[in-house]
């Protein structure tokens, strides 16, 4: 797996068919000498040598990570020649690519029927789908968790849409009772699910959240933008399956949202959203007096809020499921490897040390808080801020987490031991997101366990 060959091939592939058209010159206003391009150049590879390595397994911080190769070398051959999803006469071939790639995405969650298109990010995506619950009951509200993306509450306020958040159980997942009365009052038209929250990697129990609000003939709207990809592991054999329950469910709900940049291995800038009825296209219609005229098919910026768009996301995609598809035994075991990493993680966690788990994890996201602090929460906070600084500062074995800010009441829960004396704290949060953390979590934990003993 060469990724300088690949480029090469991705840049001359480009050049050969730019070079079957008439030669032109390039404009003297755009010249550059490789003397100056090389100083330049040299200025930004120096500064950035001043990003975390997200590339290596001693980053488990937030959800980062490079693309795959493949990833880049298909973004690389589009982008060069630099097409537009948003109308079929600037991205003839990605838009085609668009709609395969959607509906690979639509198969692998088993809808029926889709209308769908990839965005430029999971905001987006969940945006589309909380604005088609908008324009079908626009007199009700949108409920999601207290748990889910802070992106919903900005985003209802965005649609001038009241959104309600309802608390979430000892483990992170939308509290079903508190769900039911909520949904009993009939102001509510969609509730939000969330599979996979982005703090803990809770799963919302999709099944029965579905269940719930086909009784109040609610709208179900999944937000799988980080956990989405896990729907490969569902009912799978061996400690890497999932509870298939959740994940089936999504077939049955009315939009889905998957973030193809965050577990689908994609640089930045595709988000896709998927929705089962193909009839909420026309929420989407518009007039535009300078685009569509070349195809009485669909135009992909007919049926999104977005205009411009990366056609060069599609194509990256594309070639990457070509390679690496969104089945069990393809993207399925990059995957598996991510949350047996977590699974092993969690069970040294729960090994006497200085550390102790938060909660067991569900996908790839392992929570875990400093013992040594006397479980007291305000020692808790201070050792995790600590062991987060003195973990990026170690120049000589930096490790990188994150820490993730629980409610004290959240806290109690799960360990009625610890004594509350602030009302929420810091704890330490761990995203194993790359395959390869699989055969590093040994010495992750033994490096955290170290800075966890290091004196205040
Ligand atoms: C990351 C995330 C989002 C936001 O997606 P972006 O691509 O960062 O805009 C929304 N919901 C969940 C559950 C996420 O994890």
New binding site residues.
Partial sequence: MDIHSWLSQAAESVQRWQSEYPPFDTHPALLVSDERFAAAFGELADRMRGNYPYFHPSYAGQ?LKPPHPAAVAGYLAAMLVNPNNHALDGGRVTSELEKEVVAQLAGMFGLATHLGHLT???????LEALYVARELHPNLGIAYSAE??Y??ARMCGVLGTPGTAVSTDAAGRIDLDALDSLLAGGSIGTVVA?????GLGAIDPVHDVLAVARRHGVRVHV?????GFFTLLAGAQGRAGLDPRPWRAIAGCDSV?V?P??HGLQP?GC?AVLFADPGVGRFYSHDSPYTYFTSDELHLGEISLECSRAGAAAAALWLTFRLLPPEPDGLGQVLAACRLAALDWSELLTQAGRLRPYQQPELDIVTYYPATAGGRLTAIDQASARILADGMNDARRPVFVSTLIVEAQAFARRHPDITVDQDRARILRSVLMKPESANYVAELHARIEELAGWPV
Avoid: P, Q
Wanted: proline share 0%.
């Fill in positions: 959800m430029s990010s999971g905001t987006i995506a969940n889910a993306h992106t919903h969330t599979a996979g929250t982005t937000d799988a933008a980080y956990g949202v973030d940049h965050k930045y988000g």
